[in-house]
């Protein structure tokens, strides 16, 4: 069974930085990529970033180029996401899932497994 469990979520002002974790369990972690999504309501989940399992390859959303940073570390079994210079329009439900091969893609039905989503707010 895998479990993803997402935390460092919050609130915080428009500009300021957050960095969320993605805690992952099971024994093949590397293996697999990783991505994290974002939903608010009444909207698609939307792809924000993506790392292959390696960690060698990331992939991000054109609105988040630049001001977002991808990365793992195997050994500890986590995913990062590092927001920097953010903005309202990045308030929303935040989510990371597993995609069974090992390069990150950007549609949610590539992924098996999900978290339960942390709410990042960004007041302006």
């Known amino acids: 069974q895998v479990q993803l469990v997402e935390s460092g979520g919050g609130l915080v002002q428009a500009g300021g930085s957050l960095r969320l974790s993605c805690a992952a369990s099971?024994?093949?972690?590397?293996?697999?990529?990783v991505g994290w999504f974002r939903q608010t309501p009444g909207k698609e989940r939307e792809f924000v970033a993506g790392?292959?399992?390696?960690?060698?390859?990331?992939y991000y959303a054109d609105s988040v180029k630049g001001r977002f940073t991808i990365s793992r570390d195997n050994a500890k079994k986590t995913v990062y996401l590092q927001m920097n210079s953010l903005n309202a329009d990045d308030t929303a439900v935040y989510y990371c899932?597993?995609?069974?091969?090992?390069?990150?893609?950007?549609?949610?039905?590539?992924?098996?497994?999900w978290g339960q989503g942390t709410q990042v707010t960004v007041s302006s």
């Open positions: 899932a597993r995609n069974p091969s090992g390069v990150a893609a950007r549609v949610p039905e590539d992924y098996d497994y």
């Open positions: 790392i292959s399992g390696s960690g060698i390859t990331t």
């Open positions: 099971g024994r093949t972690f590397s293996f697999y990529a």
